[in-house]
């Protein structure tokens, strides 16, 4: 009896969520406690239908190249983290990252990720003038940043530069779970300022946090989705927290495949529109992870774009795929087994779905 209930409210909410893109807190954690595989799926099926009716059978791919993996912020979770002195830093130069670029396009990417820790060798001037130089050789693609906490001047000069889109993940909205993942320097209100800038300097901008990161409650999820909500980003990341061995957080539990699954398809009926990558943290974790993040409600997927010998060294957590189906080369691969899914790789910009489409 009290189980049937439970259905119910469940649905009334999840079908809630569907009309109003709205819940407020007592909604989101009748959809939040007691998650089963029935309500998984469910939930799954809508959010695929939805993405379906807005995007059509395409899954977009962008490029991802990881420029840097010297950071001078010190996150407990992170494998590039200050502190880890066992870490190999690299840095890639202006012409190796072009010639990512060139590889990529040949390939059929229309967007570039240039993802990189905190590192000052990149001033403002060095990757303006990268900007620049992409945007020059490459006018028919977008140009994505994801470079960390600037000033808004910074933000404005590579906007000027030729930047489209930021990804810039809150990691949680919640300010106590804030301070078990970041140290004292580092402030949850800090990240959400630049998130707001972004927005307002034109950005196509992307949020995003880890599932079952050490701490992590339904009420700090709830504050996530509460924060998607306010900020309406036009992509956002998620994917599992997944431990490294030269980390604080070394002995903490990897968060789950379910959770995340459950999580991108809330995040599709929050926010139809979306661009919601299958990330490879996703793929980390389960083989067929990438492909569930799809029948989930995923519409992005991230490929390795950066020199096959860097691959190794931007290790942010354990055991991250670089060289299968995530890898650029690994292309066609990818190609099939979303094809597989009844799914295309698209081979535009994959820019997010005017307003207009649901109508
Ligand atoms: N496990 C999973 N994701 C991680 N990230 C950083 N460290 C880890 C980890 N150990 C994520 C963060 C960051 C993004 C680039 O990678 O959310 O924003």
């Not at 007691?34 to 239908?49: C, F, M």
């Not at 059978?57 to 840097?68: A, C, H, M, V, Y």
């Not at 000052?120 to 470079?147: G, N, P």
Request: aromatic share 8%.
């Amino acid at each position: 009896m009290r189980q049937e209930s439970g259905e119910k409210d469940f649905r009334r909410c999840g079908e809630k969520l569907i009309q109003r893109q709205h819940l407020n807190r007592e909604e989101w954690r009748v959809l939040l406690q007691g998650q089963t595989q029935e309500r998984q799926e469910w939930l799954a099926a809508q959010a695929s239908k939805l993405r379906d009716q807005i995007y059509g059978k395409r899954i977009f791919i962008r490029g991802l190249i990881e420029f840097t993996n010297y950071c001078k912020n010190d996150c407990f979770y992170c494998g590039i983290r200050r502190s880890n002195s066992r870490a190999r830093r690299y840095r890639l130069s202006q012409e190796e990252i072009l010639s990512c670029c060139r590889t990529g396009y040949g390939l059929g990417f229309r967007t570039f990720v240039l993802q990189g820790g905190e590192d000052s060798y990149y001033t403002d001037e060095r990757l303006t003038e990268m900007i620049r130089k992409i945007r020059q050789e490459f006018q028919d693609c977008a140009i994505t940043l994801s470079v960390g906490e600037k000033s808004r001047e910074s933000y404005e000069a590579y906007r000027k530069a030729g930047a489209d889109r930021y990804l810039l993940r809150h990691e949680t909205a919640n300010e106590e779970h804030y301070r078990l993942l970041h140290p004292e320097n580092q402030r949850l209100g800090d990240r959400i300022q630049c998130l707001k800038t972004l927005k307002s300097l034109g950005y196509q901008t992307g949020a995003g946090f880890m599932t079952g990161s050490p701490g992590q409650t339904i009420e700090a999820i709830i504050d996530d989705m509460m924060f998607l909500e306010e900020l309406q980003p036009e992509m956002v990341g998620i994917g599992p927290f997944i431990p490294h061995h030269q980390t604080p957080f070394r002995g903490e539990k990897q968060g789950s495949l379910e959770l995340t699954l459950y999580l991108l398809s809330l995040v599709r009926l929050l926010l139809p529109r979306v661009l919601l990558p299958a990330t490879t943290a996703l793929g980390t974790i389960d083989e067929k992870g990438r492909e569930k993040g799809i029948l989930a409600g995923a519409n992005v997927v991230m490929p390795n774009l950066s020199p096959a010998d860097v691959r190794g060294k931007y290790l942010l957590y354990d055991n991250k795929i670089c060289t299968g189906k995530e890898a650029a080369e690994g292309l066609e691969a990818l190609r099939a087994s979303v094809n597989a899914l009844g799914y295309e790789l698209a081979v535009d910009r994959g820019d997010i779905a005017p307003e207009t489409v649901l109508a």
